[in-house]
């Protein structure tokens, strides 16, 4: 075994690059640690394979989980799953345990990472930890589960017109809420996802 199996024995892992190791029957979880020295957005990707399922998740220091995931093991199972998550600077976890038959079996990840500004950044699913983020300025975020909730942050220093634009996806809707300081509601809408829709949902208020 690697003897990585507590959070505290987690081996040190370099972001965009392959690995591959086993699980036993007396090691039955996996922990890698890895750093970011700037914010950006990282996808947590393990390979598929049939009659196999492994458990995938990426933690903080303290074991919170940002986003968890089972492998596929259908009969046809090929290519990754991925766990997509915006983080700032900092030191991170990655988790594989054991679901269904992964006894011996060679796993293989990558934690692939973009440095940017522009990606949300987890924890901010209260307003108090809300991201400051700049006017005019594109951000990509991930629902995490249906009961993610992301706040953003942003100031006006003179009174104006505010333009929302939040892209659409077929099967896909969100709800969107701008709030005060005090959490009062100004505007509220909700994304179309009908089968057919593109571009962007769009709603102002002065």
Same mark, same amino acid.
């Given at each position: ?68 995931? #089972? ?7 090929? @290519?990754?799953?991925? /766990? %997509?998550?915006?983080?700032?600077? =900092?030191? $991170? ?57 992301? #706040? ?7 009174? @104006?017109?505010?333009? /929302? %634009?939040?892209?659409?996806?077929? =099967?896909? $809707? ?33």
């Amino acid at each position: 075994g690697t003897g990585n199996d507590t959070i505290q024995a987690a081996k040190e892992i370099t972001v965009n690059k392959d690995y591959n190791a086993k699980l036993t029957d007396y090691e039955y979880k996996h922990y890698y640690k890895f750093s970011l020295k700037a914010a950006g957005k990282v996808s947590f990707q393990m390979n598929r394979k049939s009659d196999t399922q492994w458990r995938m998740a990426i933690l903080n220091k303290d074991g919170k989980e940002f986003g968890s995931e #089972y492998t596929s093991y259908d009969s046809n199972a090929i @290519g990754k799953e991925t /766990i %997509d998550v915006g983080l700032p600077s =900092g030191e $991170y976890y990655i988790l594989i345990s054991d679901s269904y038959n992964t006894e011996n079996v060679q796993y293989s990840f990558n934690v692939k990472y973009t440095a940017g500004e522009y990606y949300e950044k987890e924890f901010n699913n209260n307003i108090s930890s809300s991201n400051a983020i700049n006017l005019n300025k594109e951000y990509e975020g991930i629902s995490e589960s249906s009961d993610d909730k992301d #706040y953003y942050k942003f100031v006006l220093t003179s009174p @104006g017109n505010v333009v /929302i %634009d939040f892209n659409r996806k077929a =099967g896909n $809707y969100w709800y969107v809420d701008l709030l005060n300081g005090e959490g009062k509601s100004y505007l509220n809408f909700y994304t179309s996802d009908d089968a057919d829709v593109t571009g962007k949902e769009q709603e102002h208020i002065g």
